[in-house]
């Protein structure tokens, strides 16, 4: 079974603060990763996305990729009480008969202390 | 102009009844998908449609039955409901089949209660 591991916190950090966020997969053949953010009673959104080893910056927010370590990580700076939300890793699948499926971690809850 | 709709928002019903819940996008996209988040946020795939053919068909009871009358529109009908049915069902599409770095967008969600 293929699994995605993120640590359900809830983590908490200052305002101002650095928030890392991290994340393991078992599927050595996955290829692309991704991190959505969920508010409370909201759907799922795309915040990054990552394919290669290294990181991967935008904005506030930058991705790292390990895929020797098969760990993938979010960091945001300058964290805001506005991030407080669920950030879920999303690892991609091969399904087979070329069709691909995301599997999920069970997130892991921020909380951003004014 | 929302991309990814769903009806109803809200659906509370009791134990044995049959519902449906519809999702349509207007993204263009080829692929469509149904999510079950439970209780405790774990997000899981149910189905995928390509084109209006199942491409992903995870081991859900087979009183779940998707139909896509089109590719842009993805149903989920639920014969005999059960209280572990209890739960937010979220609609998404991608433009692909969800390789490389796809994008997938979610709906609004679904949140039924089995009584």
């Known amino acids: 079974q293929k699994e995605v591991e993120q640590n359900s916190g809830p983590l908490s950090v200052p305002e101002g603060a650095i928030a890392s966020l991290n994340c393991t997969y078992s599927?050595?053949?996955?290829?692309?990763f991704f991190w959505y953010r969920q508010y409370s009673g909201k759907s799922p959104e795309l915040i990054m996305s990552i394919y290669s080893n290294g990181d991967k910056e935008d904005g506030r927010f930058t991705a790292q990729l390990n895929k020797a370590s098969q760990y993938v990580s979010l960091l945001i700076r300058d964290s805001q009480p506005s991030d407080s939300a669920t950030y879920l890793c999303a690892v991609n699948v091969y399904s087979g008969a070329g069709s691909y499926q995301l599997t999920f971690g069970k997130g892991t809850k921020l909380s951003v202390i004014p | 102009d929302t991309a990814v709709s769903q009806t109803p928002k809200y659906l509370v019903t009791q134990m044995g009844n049959d519902k449906s819940i519809k999702c349509e996008q207007n993204l263009g996209h080829d692929t469509m998908y149904w999510y079950k988040q439970d209780s405790k946020k774990f997000l899981k795939i149910m189905f995928s449609?390509?084109?209006?053919?199942?491409?992903i068909n995870e081991t859900v009871p087979n009183r779940f039955s998707p139909k896509s009358p089109d590719k842009a529109h993805l149903n989920l009908h639920i014969n005999s409901l059960e209280l572990g049915d209890s739960a937010v069902y979220f609609c998404?599409?991608?433009?692909?089949?969800?390789?490389?770095?796809?994008?997938?967008?979610f709906g609004p969600g679904t949140r039924l209660l089995v009584l």
């Open positions: 599927d050595r053949g996955s290829q692309s």
């Open positions: 998404a599409s991608s433009l692909g089949t969800g390789g490389g770095e796809e994008t997938q967008y």
């Open positions: 449609y390509n084109n209006k053919e199942l491409i």
